[in-house]
T-cell receptor, first 111, second 108 residues
Framework: NAGVTQTPKFQVLKTGQSMTLQCAQDMNHEYMSWYRQDPGMGLRLIHY?????ITDQGEVPNGYNVSRSTTEDFPLRLLSAAPSQTSVYFC???WGNGSPHFGPGTRLTVT | GQQVMQIPQYQHVQEGEDFTTYCNSS?????IQWYKQRPGGHPVFLIQ?????EVKKQKRLTFQFGEAKKNSSLHITATQTTDVGTYFCAGPGNQFYFGTGTSLTVIP
């Protein structure tokens, strides 16, 4: 199993550009989630999904969209990138409310 | 909303010294989990505590869950350079609410 995979690993965007961070898991996990990690802030939940077709907002959802059309994939879309979205983004998946398995992360810089 | 606070934010220790990080929640937790993140890496699950007053050990790591299930601690005995990283606690919610983390530096 590849576990949780994320692409790209690194990305630089200009303010106002849009992009999609990809996340896929091959463990047939129901739950998937997106976190952002900033220095001194820990991991903050952006959006999550408890199954295909179901998504909900976390702590910091503004500026991000998600969809869950399949069990395996959970892309995160930045609609109009802002410097405040410079961060490391982690995707995670789990069985039910069990301990999440994290992907390797995407390091995003918005200039 | 639920908050999980962690102290200290940073800790530098000499190799061989002990290290402790503390996690406090504003609400009672059904369980608490601990994660380790190596520099440049992703969080990796270490352990879950469920019962009030529970103590679990993993080699030199000791995890405790408070009697009121609102706080927890991770203690590392005789730190080694391989212990370097950031340690997070996390409480359950819609997904998981992570503490701010404690970054441990071990000086050889």
């Amino acid at each position: 199993n590849a576990g949780v995979t994320q692409t790209p690993k690194f990305q630089v965007l200009k303010t106002g550009q849009s992009m999609t961070l990809q996340c896929a898991q091959d463990m047939n996990h129901e739950y998937m989630s997106w976190y952002r990690q900033d220095p001194g802030m820990g991991l903050r939940l952006i959006h999550y999904s408890v199954g295909a077709g179901i998504t909900d907002q976390g702590e910091v959802p503004n500026g991000y969209n998600v969809s869950r059309s399949t069990t395996e994939d959970f892309p995160l879309r930045l609609l109009s990138a802002a410097p405040s979205q410079t961060s490391v983004y982690f995707c995670a998946s789990s069985w039910g409310n069990g301990s999440p398995h994290f992907g390797p992360g995407t390091r995003l810089t918005v200039t | 909303g639920q908050q999980v606070m962690q102290i200290p934010q940073y800790q530098h220790v000499q190799e061989g010294e002990d290290f402790t990080t503390y996690c406090n929640s504003s609400t009672t937790l059904s369980n608490i989990q601990w994660y380790k993140q190596r520099p440049g890496g992703h969080p990796v699950f270490l352990i879950q505590l469920v019962k009030s007053g529970e103590v679990k050990k993993q080699k030199r790591l000791t995890f405790q869950f408070g009697e009121a299930k609102k706080n927890s601690s991770l203690h590392i005995t005789a730190t080694q350079t391989t212990d370097v990283g950031t340690y997070f606690c996390a409480g359950p919610g819609n997904q998981f609410y992570f503490g701010t983390g404690t970054s441990l530096t071990v000086i050889p």
